[in-house]
């Protein structure tokens, strides 16, 4: 089974966000299910804190419930279980890189990999989920922005997977 691992700083906020709205719309790719699946993680968390409550409601109202997510850091195990691995921000790509060398060939951004920016992309920025921490505005633009991510990967996950 392929995993996809999502990347961000404290995994309270955008790569949960990704995990689980992966694992909602897989459901319209039914050709996927069993085949891939998703796990998420922090290169900075703290194991078993909870989603930030704004990420949350985000996420409920695009119809995602994350309230039993926690938190978990980066770990080689996850590393080693990833087929592949989506960070949020480039700048995830080198803290993967220095903790675990071994990562880098199926390391991306998420915004890269859909566009077709295989590893760290040129422009940093462009490929950037932005952080909505402690900024109330922008978790509701976040997790649409990273749903419009996720329907793109699981199209490209579709041609690519054996089917």
């Not at 719309?25 to 989603?51: M, Q, T, Y």
């Not at 590393?79 to 890189?97: C, F, G, N, P, Y």
């Amino acid at each position: 089974m392929k995993t996809v691992l999502f990347v961000c700083s404290a995994n309270t906020c955008r790569s949960p966000m990704a995990e689980m709205i992966f694992d909602e719309l897989i459901d319209e790719h039914p050709r996927l299910r069993g085949k891939v699946r998703s796990d998420s993680a922090g290169v900075l968390a703290f194991d078993g804190d909870d989603i930030m409550p704004l990420a949350r409601d985000a996420l409920l109202r695009i119809g995602v419930d994350g309230s039993k997510h926690r938190a978990k850091r980066v770990n080689k195990r996850l590393i080693e279980e990833a087929s592949i691995i989506l960070t949020m921000e480039a700048h995830h790509i080198d803290e993967l890189k220095t903790l675990y060398p071994q990562c880098e060939d199926k390391t991306h951004t998420l915004k890269g990999y859909v566009e077709g920016v295989m590893g760290y992309p040129d422009d940093d920025c462009l490929y950037d989920v932005d952080d909505p921490y402690r900024r109330i505005d922008m978790y509701e633009e976040v997790a649409s922005d990273i749903k419009e991510e996720i329907n793109k990967l699981l199209i490209l996950l579709e041609e690519e997977v054996e089917l």
